[in-house]
């Protein structure tokens, strides 16, 4: 009965949190909303200093480094928060490759398959050699998929 009533605890503790965890999300969607809006609105009024490629003004010069200190600070941080708010837990996924080659190649192979797959964790590799001259390699792959 005692682990019965710790698990709904343990549950509306949850739903408290995630809920928090929504509200705040949506607040700060917002105020990254109105901060884009505001940026977008700033450039629409400089519209002509950042776009003159002849003077110092342009996109290199003052008014861009102005705008830019001004937002992109504030964007990053906001954009980072939201980052974490919205933390979803990945899912495992797992990839099997098999390459067939020789011992000459088996190098060069190798490493064009881990390269193909540079966003993936290499977690094995096995050879086995299947007659004098050719080889088996089964490479081992894994990586968080957060889905979309």
Not at 28 to 57: N, P, Y
Not at 65 to 74: F, P
Not at 99 to 122: A, C, G, M, Y
């Amino acid at each position: 009965m005692q682990r019965e009533t710790s698990n709904l605890e343990s549950s509306v503790r949850e739903r408290r949190r995630n809920l928090r965890r929504r509200d705040a999300l949506e607040i700060l969607l917002k105020a990254r909303d109105g901060l884009i809006a505001e940026m977008a609105e700033e450039i629409r009024l400089r519209r002509d200093a950042l776009v003159d490629s002849t003077g110092e003004q342009n996109v290199l010069g003052f008014e861009f480094q102005e705008i830019e200190d001004r937002y992109t600070a504030r964007l990053q941080a906001l954009n980072s928060i939201l980052e974490n708010l919205e933390y979803r837990r990945p899912r495992l996924a797992h990839r099997i490759e098999t390459i067939s080659t020789t011992s000459e190649n088996l190098k060069k192979d190798l490493n064009e398959l881990v390269s193909r797959f540079d966003q993936w964790d290499l977690v094995d590799v096995t050879v086995t050699q299947l007659s004098d001259s050719s080889l088996l390699a089964l490479v081992s792959f894994t990586a968080d998929d957060y889905g979309e």
